[in-house]
């Protein structure tokens, strides 16, 4: 989760008809980041977007915790990237379980609040059972963006977690022209190019969207710029 809004690691790309796959992602910082606009995730334009995260041992650095964003495109079905989950190999680019064996994996619907000690502190959560990640490519996962998709299955569908609130979104395509809109659970506020102000506002936690204009758009291969 960088500030991925979409940039599919802490933001997932939704416009009034959300789509998924720019190949090309990169994050800059406008106005200091004051174009970072709390989103409400009562919305139901909002519906259907979430968090995950993962806990995992990490050495002697004890407890670690990974976290970004997904969206359902089913009733059980999230898609996210694959690098909320994994890490890679440098020499071989081949992608790994973050933590081995000790990973629990969790997606959360509505979170609203900060993170209490980097784990959600409002939502409905659901674990994922091992098994039930599926990647696009992991043996290629360091290599191009285009390999870093993966595929969450869970038990309990959207509906049931959120009582009915949320649902799944249909996914469709953008053109070049299109006014999109990015939501998500960013959750790297580090850059220097944000400003102080914006720092101490955006929280870890809390849903957020930034809008633009799909101003270039590359139909072979997908790449575009907002």
Do not use: W
């Amino acid at each position: 989760g960088c500030l991925s809004f979409m940039m599919f690691g802490s933001m997932l790309a939704i416009s009034p008809i959300p789509y998924i796959g720019l190949k090309t992602v990169h994050a800059s910082v406008v106005n200091g980041g004051s174009d970072i606009k709390d989103a409400d995730v009562t919305s139901p334009d909002n519906s259907g977007v979430a968090m995950t995260y993962t806990t995992y041992e990490s050495g002697t650095n004890g407890k670690q915790t990974a976290s970004g964003s997904g969206v359902f495109v089913a009733p059980n079905v999230v898609v996210t990237v694959a690098h909320n989950y994994l890490d890679k190999n440098k020499e071989t680019n081949e992608g790994f379980v973050r933590g081995g064996d000790s990973a629990q994996s969790y997606v959360v619907t509505n979170s609203s609040t900060e993170k209490v000690n980097k784990n959600p502190s409002t939502g409905e959560s659901q674990l994922v059972n091992k098994g039930d990640i599926h990647y696009y490519n992991e043996k290629e996962l360091g290599s191009s963006y285009t390999n870093d998709l993966a595929v969450t299955v869970l038990d309990k569908p959207i509906e049931a977690m959120t009582d009915g609130k949320d649902s799944a979104r249909h996914i469709g395509t953008a053109e070049q022209g299109d006014n999109i809109r990015l939501v998500g659970y960013p959750n790297d506020f580090s850059s220097k190019n944000i400003s102080d102000s914006n720092r101490e506002r955006l929280k870890d936690g809390k849903l957020y969207e930034v809008r633009g204009t799909l101003s270039e758009l590359n139909t072979t291969t997908g790449e575009g710029t907002y």
